[in-house]
């Protein structure tokens, strides 16, 4: 578990050279994320979540002057072979507070739209008969609520900011039976940004 954390922990300490600077917009950096996905409920076995791996690249606008107020957007691949892999697409809006002098925290929370692909042949009855349907997937929409900690590291006009994240994902329409569907998250990345 320790390793996990230490994996995650690496590239919010990765040294840059720093310099300070006064609060100045960095509208839409390009942020890069690995996400660690699980079905299950949060702040539980997080081993579930390395599991599994998924990429994504996104993006934020500044709501305000601070830069305490964002916009962010993020496309994802979740891979997970156990219930199938997915495409998330989602928004959210994240208050964002400094810690010391480049540091940052974010708790945020949005919506999105899930795209999950069915882990195999998919069946339906037809008739008094199950048929197969191929490999549908179904759409669900997300509700994504979370928490993330980074620096900032200035190197000239750009602003390098990795941080680590953690998300906890409620899924709708999951299937007939079970009408919301947990998700956990664990997230580590990159936000690079020009002036």
Known sequence: MMRYFLFLLFPAVAPFVTQAQEHQRYDFPITLTLHFPALATPFRNFDLNFRNI????????TLNHD????????????????????????????????????????????????YAFTPSPAWKATRGEWVAVGHRG???????????FGTHHYQGTTRYSPFVGYQFMLLTHYNTTVPLVPMTIVQTGLSIAKQ
Do not use: C
Request: no cysteine; proline share 3%.
């Open 67 to 114: 830069g305490t107020w964002v916009q962010q957007l993020q496309v994802s691949w979740l891979r997970n072979r156990k219930v199938g892999h997915g495409l998330l697409a989602y928004t959210q809006m994240a208050w964002r507070p400094e810690i010391g002098d480049n540091g940052f925290t974010e708790i945020k929370a949005g919506a999105g739209y899930m």
């Open 138 to 148: 179904k759409g669900m929409l997300a509700l994504p609520v979370g928490i993330a």
């Open 54 to 61: 998924g990429i994504g690249i996104g993006t934020e606008v």
